[in-house]
T-cell receptor, first 112, second 111 residues
Framework: DVKVTQSSRYLVKRTGEKVFLECVQDMDHENMFWYRQDPGLGLRLIYFSYDVKMKEKGDIPEGYSVSREKKERFSLILESASTNQTSMYLC???????????FGPGTRLLVL | QKEVEQNSGPLSVPEGAIASLNCTYSDRGSQSFFWYRQYSGKSPELIMSIYSNGDKEDGRFTAQLNKASQYVSLLIRDSQPSDSATYLCAVVKAAGNKLTFGGGTRVLVKP
């Protein structure tokens, strides 16, 4: 079974803090993704990575950065958290060249 | 116009009835279509994928694709209370291989 884990299920941070969200997958998948999910808006792609040290902007990259130093780990960084970044953050991974994505359990982030 | 549109619901269905969910997309060149189910507080899980026009059945689920009309639908037969969830439609557009999601349809199956 594919397993995608995220470092925290719930996180509370203050405005201006630097926030790290970590995602780890154990299936040697090449591709990894970060989404945020807000009511009525579905999932929106923030960043994705096709391979180690590679990254590409998704649809809403502003205010975020990512890091992929190892194949199994993909980190999402909020350089200076703002209240409009309060959301559910979902990580996903997949085998390169295939379309099925496997999701982690999500991190619900509250920025006060 | 959103790239992938779904009625947000809730779609209320009596137990044992058929739930019918619709999804329309704007990119005519889209090639791959997916339905994900998401229980409250959980992450999405893939339940169906469809790539060519027509119907695809998997157990109680049937996905229907009509590329000419740019819609994909999901039928849930013999709906059960455990089917109560939000169903997300996702599309891979012609250019690139990223998933674009609709806003989801909330389904409520009443015993």
């Amino acid at each position: 079974d594919v397993k995608v884990t995220q470092s925290s299920r719930y996180l509370v941070k203050r405005t201006g803090e630097k926030v790290f969200l970590e995602c780890v997958q154990d299936m040697d998948h090449e591709n990894m993704f970060w989404y945020r999910q807000d009511p009525g808006l579905g999932l929106r792609l923030i960043y994705f990575s096709y391979d180690v040290k590679m990254k590409e902007k998704g649809d809403i990259p502003e205010g975020y950065s990512v890091s992929r130093e190892k194949k199994e780990r993909f980190s999402l960084i909020l350089e200076s958290a703002s209240t409009n970044q309060t959301s559910m953050y979902l990580c996903a991974s997949r085998v390169g060249g295939q379309e099925t994505q496997y999701f982690g359990p999500g991190t619900r982030l509250l920025v006060l | 116009q959103k790239e992938v549109e779904q009625n947000s619901g809730p779609l209320s269905v009596p137990e044992g009835a058929i739930a019918s969910l619709n999804c329309t997309y704007s990119d005519r060149g889209s090639q791959s279509f997916f339905w994900y189910r998401q229980y409250s507080g959980k992450s999405p899980e893939l339940i169906m994928s469809i790539y060519s026009n027509g119907d695809k059945e998997d157990g109680r689920f049937t996905a229907q694709l009509n590329k000419a009309s740019q819609y994909v639908s999901l039928l849930i037969r013999d709906s059960q209370p455990s089917d109560s969830a939000t169903y997300l439609c996702a599309v891979v557009k012609a250019a690139g291989n990223k998933l674009t999601f609709g806003g989801g349809t909330r389904v409520l199956v009443k015993p």
